[in-house]
């Protein structure tokens, strides 16, 4: 078992920038990568950014260039820096622990932009 809890959201105004946090407690040495994934009001659940266990990572074409995610190790946290925020970056993030056989959610934290 992971748990996963996430920290950092609120309300920014655009151009802005929040750093979201998520740390991992539990069976954390099974971990393969570890991802940030958002969900708009009437939307589907989408990829943000990923870090695997070594180190590299992917983003989503939409936030390429203003999000970095990064990982701590002797924290066990795993960080979002969004930088250049814009209204359509609305949503509830959720960090995801992915291991060999299964996957675990964090329960999300609301991010807001205005504009």
């Known amino acids: 078992q992971v748990q996963l809890v996430e920290s950092g959201g609120g309300l920014v105004q655009a151009g802005g920038s929040l750093r979201l946090s998520c740390a991992a407690s539990?069976?954390?040495?099974?971990?393969?990568?570890m991802g940030w994934y958002r969900q708009a009001p009437g939307k589907q659940r989408e990829l943000v950014a990923r870090i695997t266990s070594g180190g590299s990572t992917n983003y989503a074409d939409s936030v390429k260039g203003r999000f970095t995610i990064s990982r701590d190790n002797a924290k066990n946290t795993v960080y979002l820096q969004m930088n250049s925020l814009k209204p359509e970056d609305t949503a509830v993030y959720y960090c995801?622990?992915?291991?060999?056989?299964?996957?675990?959610w964090g329960q999300g934290t609301q991010v807001t932009v205005s504009s």
């Open positions: 539990g069976s954390i040495f099974s971990i393969n990568a």
């Open positions: 995801k622990a992915d291991r060999t056989d299964d996957a675990y």
